[in-house]
């Protein structure tokens, strides 16, 4: 069992900065895969970045790449997404999510577990 926290959301104008952490509970956290998706209203929730247990492998959406980063730390529990340029198209809220099994980052039916989500607000 994974219990996961989001947190670090917030308003930012357009072209500013976040980071969002997500703490997890459990010894057993450096075994998970861990993913970062996003909804925004009346959208679905759509994958925005992985990494694998290891930290060694990383994989982002398209409409993030080059601008958001994914890090983790399994001394700490806790995953990383560091989100630069942000712009209105931002907007959502972020969940966090772990993955106890070889799937596929992209996909929200490959993660076992999922945090309660942090809004992130970027005015333009």
């Known amino acids: 069992q994974v219990t996961l926290v989001e947190s670090g959301g917030g308003l930012v104008q357009a072209g500013g900065s976040l980071r969002l952490s997500c703490a997890a509970s459990g010894r057993t956290f450096s075994t998970y895969d861990m993913g970062w998706f996003r909804q925004a209203p009346g959208k679905e929730r759509d994958f925005v970045a992985g990494?694998?247990?290891?930290?060694?492998?990383?994989y982002y959406a398209d409409s993030v790449k080059g601008r958001f980063t994914i890090s983790r730390d399994n001394a700490k529990n806790t995953v990383y997404l560091q989100m630069n340029s942000l712009n209105s198209e931002d907007t959502a809220v972020y969940y966090c999510?772990?993955?106890?099994?070889?799937?596929?980052?992209?996909?929200?039916?490959?993660?076992?577990?999922w945090g309660q989500g942090t809004q992130v607000t970027v005015s333009s």
């Open positions: 999510a772990a993955m106890g099994s070889g799937s596929t980052y992209y996909y929200m039916s490959s993660y076992d577990y």
């Open positions: 990494i694998s247990w290891s930290g060694g492998s990383t």
